[in-house]
């Protein structure tokens, strides 16, 4: 069973910046996924294993960059030029067969003045 | 733009069938899209029920399955039971690395 473990939520100002980790048990391909308050599951980005690929949602490219340390294994989103519809709580999960396999429990992101 | 669909809200009986579907406002959903459904309760991360159209994830029981029906992928629960109150989620892979969720059906048991 693969362990996830989200960190770097807090409190940011409109236009701020943010880094968030997820501390994983092994190296795998990953994803951020996002849930706004109230709203559903949002897929933000992706990163494959060695990760020479990344991709993004539309929502967040040019904004937020996904990246990874396998070294420690560990991703990471680094989240600028916040919005306030960005505030959601931002899990990482891993991806596998096209789908997300295992899920971290979340790390709150709020975006406000 | 495309959007995923899905039923805002269903019912049904203890004990009773249901089927979810997860449509795309223009085209059909075929396996080639890798369907996949997660299950989420209030405050609660997501649990992977089912990926590749109708392979159920590591102890997930065998009354929910997936499918495809007609130009939809499909999650079927038969026998549903109270704990099964919950949001459901579909996601599409869409190529070149991107997904997408659907809006999610909101499942009442009563």
């Known amino acids: 069973q693969v362990q996830l473990v989200e960190s770097g939520g807090g409190v940011v100002q409109p236009g701020g910046s943010l880094r968030l980790s997820c501390a994983a048990s092994?190296?795998?391909?990953m994803d951020w996924v996002r849930q706004a308050p109230g709203k559903g599951l949002e897929w933000v980005a992706f990163?494959?294993?060695?990760?020479?690929?990344?991709s993004y949602a539309a929502s967040v490219r040019g904004r937020f960059t996904i990246s990874r340390d396998n070294s420690k294994n560990t991703l990471y989103l680094q989240m600028d030029s916040l919005r306030t519809e960005d505030a959601a709580v931002y899990y990482c999960?891993?991806?596998?067969?096209?789908?997300?396999?295992?899920w971290g429990q979340g790390t709150l992101v709020t975006v406000s003045s | 733009q495309t959007v995923v669909t899905q039923e805002p809200s269903f019912s049904v009986s203890p004990g009773g069938t249901i089927t979810l579907t997860c449509g795309l406002n223009?085209?059909?959903?075929?396996?080639?899209?890798?369907p996949s459904w997660y299950q989420q309760t209030p405050g609660q991360a997501p649990r992977t029920l089912i990926y590749?159209?109708?392979t159920r994830s590591s102890g997930v029981p065998d009354r929910f399955s997936g499918s495809i029906l007609g130009n939809k992928a499909a999650l079927t629960i038969t026998g549903a039971q109270a704990e099964d109150e919950s949001d459901y989620y579909c996601?599409?892979?869409?190529?070149?690395?991107?997904?997408?969720f659907g809006g999610g059906t909101k499942l009442t048991v009563l």
């Open positions: 999960a891993v991806g596998e067969s096209y789908a997300f396999k295992y």
């Open positions: 092994a190296i795998h391909p």
């Open positions: 990163i494959q294993s060695d990760g020479n690929i990344k």
């Open positions: 223009s085209g059909s959903v075929s396996t080639n899209y890798y």
């Open positions: 590749s159209t109708n």
């Open positions: 996601v599409l892979y869409m190529g070149n690395y991107i997904w997408l």
